[in-house]
């Protein structure tokens, strides 16, 4: 079976083509989001999804949170004494997902469309492939999240678009794509975007704003690192969500017996947003100066992506493009759906016969070359563009590069993706070295040919007229590509972890919900809840289903009254 | 388009429809013919038909605007359709030149986007009355709109025109501290401010006019982080651009620009706008200079010695700055700030520069009564605008439309003579091949005129020939030689600037006034280095200097009759261009009519 799935910063889902429908579906708890949240215990326990985010209130050292932003690098995550990268903790996410369908439908899924930030780079895409491949999935392609969205939206009533702007604004990414859609074919004109920016932001900002305020005696710094960035964000995140609802906030943290708090009103927390709102003008005038599309000629701005929520961004995109943006799509849902529908496409379904979607390359793929200035200097790390951005893919293109000195006996490739006119301001991708027959300089040419296809997978080929010779690479990032070996080691280590049995998923989120809350209040609160926690720890170790469904009932009431009360 | 027999065919016939004005008919066959092909296994299928795809809606909407005209098939020139009143900028697809001097010298209006293009409105008529007039109307405007009981931002975006002013609303009554005068808007007074045409536009805005610009720009920064985005798009073009044409005197302005727009993150992009682009360069010129005026600078001390006036005397390097900071600065200052050379004292740079190349050996071999001469001459230290696209890069396949080789065909003719096509250019030099179809493809991307294409071509080949001619030997060396003397004359009763331009670069602007016969030699020696393969990219060949006997100086003397100081000054590459220009032209006409033993090595230098 394929399934689509949205592996989100903050948030995933998965979604299942089915009877002519995507369809989300739940997961143990009954929820159709799981939080990426992972959360490892010393003895092998792992928590996924809101457990996993109630133990980072009580278990911050063991427990890790928009890993998604650190995908495509070697920074790794200590959970539980032991490192995790952030493709494993995805893969952990992505496992649960599996299950999830696997419950629905009684067959374990084996292939899967994962979705993507437009923006990912290379890296970051592999290492998404891999994540995917760490959970026992063959990835059949990666499609960009804008993309999946625009899918999803324009498959509501499958009528002619004229273009539309999908503005997607997620917990770590931002990306906007031009999309226009006739005749059944779902075309993407341009995407832009930035990779570092997204609701997480939002929240330092006003962690940053609130923290001073809050702690003018500086407790908070003398806490471990993790504990307090836990702290804050919780905090923050509770914070930004009243201030979406009214228009003043309470920030509070608890430290032990200690409750730190202070008033946020919304005019502070847009003040101090307005470095952030000002980065999503940016990718806009890109995208649409790339398709000269003018943005009053857009016939709908679609948000998608949690973020889009806030008040403060959705002033924001109505000041940018003079008009309200069209929220009929559900932020959180579409991405997945849209994963589901390319699921089903991949897969050759019937009902989506007449369907099509072609998209674009989002970014310029080229080599580095050198030249001559006018003083005669050699000028290294100029990047020379192959594949411009925003061209509709799959594309082949070629171009010829000479030799520079005299009797040069090989050509280096630098293979880089950027915008910037130097190398060193581009992601690089790898490396490739031809031998070239010494001449003169510049009688030796060699071709160079890009390959880009539909997942974003860039391949490369480079062929020397002079002596017929040719050399081939597929593009592996250099240093974090693991072998065959590697790969089957940290597989292993994610299998020996101890997983809940999904027929406990209900008892063990309550249990942590309820642990988070204990840390989230003092006094007589405090302790009253420690004495629920006692009662329900009972219930399940008398192993009594009715016991134990019932303990879960009240203690799951008592914490929403709580809850209710107020934020924190 | 990696399959050359795609780029005759038409786009209707790859569609399998008529030529048609309606685009649902495109779009419909379009997706017919996608659907039925599986797009990754048939990559250049797929391209092929996006490409008729969007040649054909082009063509459409051609067709749309003159319903009466012949129905314009795939090879033909597609107009400049600027077809919506308000286009949207173009995608810069190729990377500007080097970036010295004024706006108007780099901003090129071959390489000129079409957006910018419908801004560069004569500067000149932007005189005090003019401006009056325009303000006049921009207070009338604003009441009107006001009493219509539409808010300021409400002035339709179509009705404003870019260079007048990206501000109608706000302030109209006279404001003081703005310096505005009543009726006038912070973008009029800006553009008054920076206005290249003003009697004083040679000097920096004074304490009083920054403070004013200062102000203008923040109230125009401000109404742009209001606005939405098109709006926003249409005022970072317009300050782009008059700030770009205002320079230098817009200098103080850029940094606040900068931050507003992000421009700092776009200028260092390869497809940066030209204004951006030029904006990045000038303001990072700037950044140096500031920095540089800090005593504790590195390069502080070897700075205020180049910009005195004057020579530096023999003991310059005592107290001063030390030799190597100076060159430092120098080759720095030439390879990321050209535009900042103009700071320095020409004789004083001369000065420093010699003394680590010339001086010496000239001291020594001026007491021998041979009364010969060193002449050093660094064939590629022109800095002027070099317009090819030169990098080992190029786009070998780049999509060409039949106007493309259709002028690539007419330039080869143009540049070689009849009788060569663009095939024998391929064969014999590709990358000059490469070099004139980019350029072209740049050309037509711009919209620029085709006799002008076709002359940026023959002054191309004319600047390789002049330039890969020193490398020759035997009789083409001569004829190369003898050439240059044409050309160097021909280019004498242009200017005398335009006489030394050629003499150091090979290049100059405009075309050279030669006669028909003169102009079939320079054809036919350019096509027999095509077909020695010597027409490559020129290289830089470092210095030649030579010897040049007394007896070649006497003949200068008596040719130019200029004095022996004025002489020896001119092939020490000094004094004024005229000098030059008549000492080089001398100095080769006596060499050629020279058998003695140095005669190529005098020659090499010239």
């Known amino acids: 079976m394929l399934i689509g799935i949205d592996l989100g910063t903050t948030n995933s889902a998965v979604a299942i083509w089915r009877d002519g429908a995507a369809g989300l579906v739940p997961n143990a708890l009954g929820d159709l989001l799981t939080p990426s949240a992972v959360s490892i215990a010393r003895d092998g326990r792992v928590w996924i999804g809101r457990a996993a985010l109630d133990r980072l209130a009580t278990h911050p050292e063991d427990t890790a949170t928009s890993f998604k932003r650190r995908m495509g690098t070697a920074a790794n995550a200590k959970l539980g004494g032991k490192e995790y990268g952030a493709e494993d903790l995805s893969a952990l996410v992505l496992e649960a997902l599996v299950k999830d369908v696997e419950a629905l439908t009684g067959e374990r899924p084996t292939e899967a469309v994962i979705t993507v930030p437009a923006y990912f780079n290379d890296r970051q895409r592999k290492a998404t492939r891999r994540a995917g491949e760490l959970a026992g999935l063959s990835v059949r392609r990666l499609i960009n999240e804008p993309t999946a969205a625009a899918l999803a939206f324009g498959l509501q009533d499958k009528g002619d678009r004229e273009a539309f702007l999908v503005f997607d604004l997620g917990g770590g990414t931002f990306d906007v794509s031009v999309v226009e859609m006739f005749e059944g074919i779902v075309e993407v004109r341009a995407s832009a975007g930035d990779n570092r920016l997204g609701g997480d932001d939002f929240d330092d900002a006003l962690a940053a ?7 003018p005696e500086g407790k908070l710094s003398a806490l471990p690192a993790e504990r307090r960035e836990a702290l804050l964000k919780r905090a923050a995140e509770t914070c930004r969500r009243a201030l979406s609802a009214a228009s003043e906030a309470e920030f509070a943290v608890v430290i032990d017996e200690t409750r730190l708090a202070a ?10 947003c307005e470095p952030l709102l000002r980065r999503l003008r940016e990718p806009v005038v890109r995208a649409l100066r790339d398709c000269a599309i003018d943005a009053a000629e857009l016939s709908d701005v679609v948000l998608v992506g949690g973020a889009t929520r806030m008040p403060v961004v959705r002033r924001a995109i109505t000041r940018l493009f003079g008009r309200f943006p069209n929220s009929s799509v559900h932020p959180d849902h579409a991405v997945a759906l849209g994963a589901a529908i390319q699921a089903g496409l991949a897969g050759r379904d019937a009902a989506l016969d007449e369907i099509r979607i072609t998209d674009v390359c989002p970014f310029t793929l080229g080599i580095e070359v050198a030249e001559r200035d006018g003083y005669g200097g050699l000028q290294r790390g100029l990047f020379s563009p192959i594949i411009e951005r925003n061209t509709a893919v799959p594309v082949s293109r070629v171009n010829t590069y000479s030799t520079l000195s005299d009797n040069q006996k090989k050509l280096e490739f630098g293979i880089y993706q950027g915008e910037a006119r130097e190398v060193r301001g581009n992601v690089k991708l790898g490396d490739m070295t031809v031998p070239v027959p010494p001449r003169a300089a510049g009688e030796i040419s060699v071709e160079v040919r890009f390959s880009y ?8 080929d480079v062929h020397v007229p002079e002596n017929g010779a040719s050399r081939n690479l597929v ?19 994610l299998a020996r972890l101890k997983h809940h049995p999904r027929e406990e998923a209900l008892h063990v989120a309550l249990m942590a919900r309820a642990e988070r809350c204990y840390e989230d209040h003092i006094g007589d609160l405090r302790q009253m809840i420690g004495h629920w926690i006692t009662q329900f720890a009972g219930a399940l170790d008398s192993q009594d289903p009715r016991r134990i469904t019932d303990a879960r009932t009240m203690l799951a009431t008592r914490l929403d009254e709580i809850e209710s009360v107020g934020p924190l | 388009m990696s399959d050359a027999s795609s780029q005759g065919r038409h786009p209707w016939s790859l569609l399998g429809i008529e030529p048609t004005a309606e685009a649902s008919v495109i779009r419909k066959a379009y997706a017919e013919r996608l659907k039925a092909m599986d797009v990754d296994n048939d990559v250049s299928g797929y391209a092929q038909l996006r490409q008729a795809r969007d040649l054909a809606l082009r063509l459409a909407r051609v067709m749309g605007e003159t319903p009466d005209s012949d129905v314009p098939n795939g090879t033909e020139d597609v107009p400049n359709a600027t077809e919506r009143p308000e286009p949207a900028p173009p995608r810069w697809t190729f990377a500007a030149p080097a970036l010295p001097g004024a706006w108007d010298e780099f901003a090129d209006p071959a390489a000129r986007p079409l957006a910018t293009q419908s801004l560069s409105t004569k500067p000149g008529e932007l005189d005090a009355s003019t401006m009056l007039e325009r303000m006049a109307w921009a207070a009338a405007a604003a009441r009107d709109t006001e009493q219509g009981g539409v808010t300021g931002a409400g002035i339709p975006l179509t009705t404003i025109d870019p260079f007048t002013a990206p501000l109608l609303s706000g302030s109209f009554v006279g404001d003081d501290a703005l310096g505005l005068r009543p009726g006038e808007t912070p973008a009029e007074r800006l553009t008054i401010l920076l206005d290249p045409e003003r009697d004083n536009s040679g000097e920096p805005l004074s304490e009083t006019e920054t403070r004013q610009a200062t102000r203008a720009l ?40 900068n931050q507003a727009f992000g421009w700092e993150r776009e200028w260092s992009a390869h497809d940066a706008r030209p204004a951006v682009q030029f904006l990045g360069a000038r303001l990072r010129g700037y950044r140096f200079q500031q920095n540089v005026l800090q005593p504790d600078h590195r390069f502080h001390k070897a700075w205020n010695e180049l910009v005195k006036p004057g020579k530096a005397g023999p003991f310059r390097m005592l107290g001063g700055p030390a030799q190597s900071d100076v060159d430092a600065l120098l080759r720095g200052v030439r390879k990321h700030f050209p535009e900042l050379e103009s700071h320095f004292a020409p004789e004083r740079v001369a ?40 990098a080992p890069a190029s786009e070998m396949q780049a999509p060409q439309s039949g106007e493309v080789s259709d002028v690539v065909q007419a330039s080869v003719v143009e540049a070689f003579g009849q009788g060569r096509d663009a095939s024998w250019l391929w064969k014999n030099q590709p990358d000059l091949a490469q070099t004139l179809t980019s350029n072209t493809l740049m050309g037509v991307h711009a919209g620029t005129d085709r006799g002008a294409m076709i002359d940026k071509a023959v002054t191309l080949v004319r600047m390789r020939s002049y330039l890969n001619g020193r490398k020759l030997s035997g009789e083409l060396f001569e004829t190369a030689m003898q050439l240059r003397l044409v050309q160097l004359q021909a280019a004498r009763e242009q200017s005398a600037h335009a006489c030394r331009q050629m003499s150091d670069s090979g290049w100059l602007d405009g075309a050279l006034p030669l006669s028909p016969e003169q102009r079939a030699k320079e054809r036919a020696f350019a096509a027999r280095l095509v077909e020695q393969h010597a027409l490559g990219m020129p290289k830089p060949d470092g210095q030649h200097s030579a010897m040049i006997p007394g007896e070649l100086i006497g003949k200068i003397l008596k040719s130019t009759k200029l004095g022996q100081n004025d002489v020896i000054a001119a092939l020490n590459g000094k004094g004024s261009d005229a000098h030059r220009c008549a000492v080089t032209i001398a100095l080769l006409e006596a060499t050629l009519d020279w058998t003695g033993s140095n005669r190529r090595d005098i020659l090499m230098t010239l």
């Open chain 1, 209 to 215: 704003l609130m923290s001073p305020r809050i702690d």
């Open chain 1, 263 to 272: 008033t946020v009103s919304e005019t502070e927390f847009e003040a101090a």
């Open chain 1, 453 to 460: 296809d539909s997942s974003g997978l860039l391949e490369i």
């Open chain 1, 475 to 493: 593009i592996v990032d250099e240093e974090d590509r693991p072998d065959r070996k590697e790969l089957d080691q940290r597989r292993a280590a």
């Open chain 2, 218 to 257: 923040r109230a125009i920064l401000d109404e742009a982080t209001q606005a939405h985005v098109s709006r926003q798009q249409q005022i970072e073009d317009w300050l782009a651009e008059i700030l770009a044409r205002g320079w230098p005197r817009s200098a103080p302005l850029l940094e606040d620009a």
């Open chain 2, 351 to 390: 000065s420093w520069e010699s003394g680590n190349r010339l001086l010496t050996g000239l001291l020594v071999l001026l007491g021998i009564l041979a009364f010969a001469i060193v002449v050093a001459i660094a064939d590629s230290s022109n800095p002027s605008p070099h317009p090819t696209h030169d």
